[in-house]
């Protein structure tokens, strides 16, 4: 129930985008509508800090510095949760992990690495 499979980082220069993809192909539908998705993302000797989170009900709430920037979305037919990034600057390098939260009780992804550099 609780595997999760992010996908879609890599290298880009400053600039550009890239579009995250989680996955839940071990998580049923019903339990997979009701949860809230979540990307966060962590560099080596800090914090992981929440980036982008989505409700059931599709509200969406975005860290300051990437408001206007990046753009969370989810498919609920495909279990699936996206985060469209876009204007990507270095201090957005990171490893970004795909986060379900469903009465609180957390499931983590494995990570996929965005890198930032010209």
């Known amino acids: 129930q609780g595997q999760l499979v992010e996908s879609g980082g890599g290298l880009v220069q400053p600039g550009g985008s890239l579009r995250l993809a989680c996955a839940a192909p071990t998580t049923i539908t019903s339990v997979f509508n009701p949860s809230s998705m979540s990307w966060y993302r962590q560099v080596p000797g800090k914090e992981r800090e929440l980036v982008a989170s989505i409700t059931p009900g599709r509200d969406t709430n975005y860290a300051d510095s990437v408001k206007g920037r990046f753009t969370i979305s989810r498919d609920n037919a495909r279990k699936r949760v996206y985060l469209q990034m876009n204007g990507l600057k270095p201090e957005d390098t990171a490893v970004y992990y795909c986060?379900?939260?469903?009465?609180?009780?957390?499931?983590w992804g494995q990570g996929t690495q965005v890198t930032v550099s010209s």
């Open positions: 986060n379900r939260n469903l009465n609180g009780r957390d499931y």
